[in-house]
């Protein structure tokens, strides 16, 4: 049985999918914490999650090698004991 009409509906609703997904904003990212620093009082630093659901330290530490003591401590606080 043929229905007539199905494919222009079905590219009507596909074009009105794609105009209001172009409307919607994406962040680039999400702050999951903010870490105090160890070393200078009122300091914090912000651990994000980015638009690929990768999860990095805002500090110059990390971005040169890719590690610092804020992300060991997020890590330590939010991993489940039995994944340490």
Known sequence: MKVRGM????EDT???IREMLAKVKV??????????S????GKTYNIRM????SVYCEC????YR???A???RFRNEHTPQILK
């Open 7 to 10: 494919r222009k509906h079905n």
């Open 14 to 16: 596909s074009a009105s």
């Open 27 to 36: 962040p680039k990212s999400v702050v999951l914490a903010m870490v105090p």
């Open 38 to 41: 160890a070393t200078t009082k």
């Open 50 to 53: 980015g638009a690929t659901n």
């Open 60 to 63: 110059n530490g990390f971005k």
């Open 66 to 68: 890719n590690r610092c």
């Open 70 to 72: 804020h992300m060991d």
